[in-house]
């Protein structure tokens, strides 16, 4: 083993105490620009080894052993053992407002990612560090072995290869605005957020990673005001709720369980929508998710203090009312303003061997709804209607959404068919509205288009209007069937299914 090394970080966290380790185990230590200055001035010995920008190719012509290899002030250098190397931050860079394309050559650092694809291609016979925390494991290793074994050495050459192809992801990301992720070769690199308690159940690791070099929006721009840790399905509670919230020109409370809407309701006041979106699914709602598309006022966290939700998503909170959430145990209170959408936003489903990719559904209506019966829905039919079918959206399929007034009434969602969803969101509404005086017409939203069965087990429960995609083979007979009860039916013309 030559005791070499060579060491060019742009991330000077413990390269000091790293090359002083070195140098305490005789090792001789080459070093470049600002890295050279940095050793210079804490005293340590190290030769300087000078290169035109953008390619060092005397240190390259060193790591492929051919010799001799001379730097451009006359530095005659080795064959290195120890590489450290890491790379310009770029994602910090073009993940910011004033950022412009026209900058980005200026950031690209094409010396440190070649001196580090070098060594890390010689795993065998050179330890690759791209990353500080690894600084003292090696050091340790090398003092009391003397060496690392070739395990190791291969670990820390895929960090180099991960910590390289996470860089050219970012960049390629950004040059595309995530446009080419339907293309025939897609690269992604995400940057853990956080970590989670745990995943879906107790016993699953999990953690929470953003696109790298993304500007933050959505959940990972979001300010956790207070309360305990996040777990997997808290996060997705959260996704729901909120992007189904955002929805509603109008001020609602939407309330999620499980990655499905419980109840939503957008009443005269906030904390009324609360209590109407509560009511919608009692049981439903215990240990769920809130959200808000409005600052949320003091009452409506006096009523959320005396519920068992376990978060609350909002674009903000008036002083008293935070003060409340804060004070009520176990209460996780976020803050997060409405993200801007991206036509390049996508849906990805991870499956055996690979990845679904798909754009999202941003879309409610691919046109204005048509009303395909000889009675058109009234205001307030039309009203419901519309706040059901954004509910139903969000739900898995197959799903329906009851509604009456500004709120859902009962929400059936995952089931494996659209006539089992309606006899179980009617079983499901059918106590409430015997206990419950009615607020007006009842109305129904579907996730897909209904077969002549289904729509007469809806009618048969009482529903006055209905909303569905169309497009089925019974659609001519389901009109017939709505006009003979005197019911209103509309087209949306698009489905909805989520899995």
């Avoid at 394309?101 to 990612?113: G, I, K, M, W």
């Avoid at 940057?191 to 933050?216: C, I, M, T, W």
């Avoid at 001519?476 to 087209?491: G, H, I, Y």
Wanted: charged fraction near 20%.
């Amino acid at each position: 083993m030559d005791k070499t090394a060579y060491l060019s970080v742009y991330d000077k966290t413990g390269v000091e105490d790293f090359a002083r380790g070195l140098e305490g185990l005789g090792f001789e230590i080459y070093a470049s620009g600002s890295t050279y200055k940095l050793l210079a001035e804490a005293g340590i010995d190290a030769e300087e080894v000078r290169y035109s920008p953008p390619v060092p190719y005397a240190v390259l012509k060193a790591m492929s052993r051919r010799f001799p290899a001379l730097s451009e002030n006359g530095v005659e250098l080795p064959y290195f053992y120890v590489v450290a190397a890491n790379l310009y931050p770029i994602a910090s860079i073009v993940g910011q407002e004033e950022f412009a394309l026209q900058e980005l050559t200026n950031y690209l650092d094409q010396a440190n990612s070649a001196v580090l694809r070098a060594a890390a291609r010689d795993f065998e016979s050179v330890i690759t560090l791209s990353s500080p925390v690894d600084y003292g494991p090696v050091l340790r290793a090398l003092k009391e072995a003397g060496g690392l074994e070739p395990e190791l050495k291969r670990q820390l050459a895929a960090r180099a290869w991960q910590h390289l192809a996470a860089y050219d992801a970012t960049v390629a990301q950004y040059l595309s605005e995530t446009g080419n992720l339907l293309g025939d070769e897609v690269v992604m690199s995400l940057k853990k957020v956080s970590d989670l308690e745990y995943g879906e159940n107790r016993h699953q690791k999990a953690a929470f990673y953003a696109l790298s070099g993304a500007r933050p929006r959505g959940l990972n721009a979001a300010s956790v005001l207070s309360g305990p840790g996040f777990n997997l399905n808290h996060y997705l509670d959260l996704d729901t709720a909120f992007e189904l919230a955002l929805e509603f020109e109008e001020g609602v409370c939407v309330i999620s369980k499980h990655d499905r809407p419980a109840g939503v309701c957008a009443a005269g006041t906030q904390a009324e929508s609360l209590r109407g979106a509560l009511k919608s699914d009692p049981a439903g709602a215990v240990g769920g998710t809130a959200a808000f598309n409005r600052q949320v006022e003091t009452e409506t966290a006096a009523v959320l203090s005396g519920t068992f939700i376990e978060s609350v998503v909002a674009p903000g909170y008036g002083p008293e009312a935070l003060k409340i959430l804060r004070a009520k145990e176990g209460l996780r209170v976020l803050s997060l303003s409405a993200p801007v959408l991206s036509p390049y936003e996508v849906e990805l489903h991870s499956v055996s061997g690979g990845v679904l990719i798909e754009s999202k559904d941003n879309r409610l209506f691919s046109a204005e709804p048509a009303c395909v019966t000889r009675r058109k829905p009234t205001e307030a039919e039309t009203r419901s209607l519309l706040l059901a079918l954004k509910t139903v959206k969000y739900a898995k399929t197959y799903a329906v959404a009851l509604a009456e007034g500004r709120g859902t009434l009962a929400i059936s969602a995952s089931e494996s068919s659209t006539y089992d969803a309606v006899r179980s969101a009617l079983w499901k509404m059918r106590d409430k509205r015997a206990i419950l005086p009615g607020q007006g017409p009842l109305v129904m939203a579907a996730d897909a288009a209904l077969p002549l069965k289904t729509l007469q087990a809806a009618l048969s429960g009482g529903i006055s209007a209905v909303i569905q995609p169309g497009g089925w083979q019974d659609d001519e007979d389901c009109v017939r069937l709505c006009d003979s009860r005197n019911a209103a039916m509309l087209f949306s013309g698009i489905r909805h299914f989520r899995h």
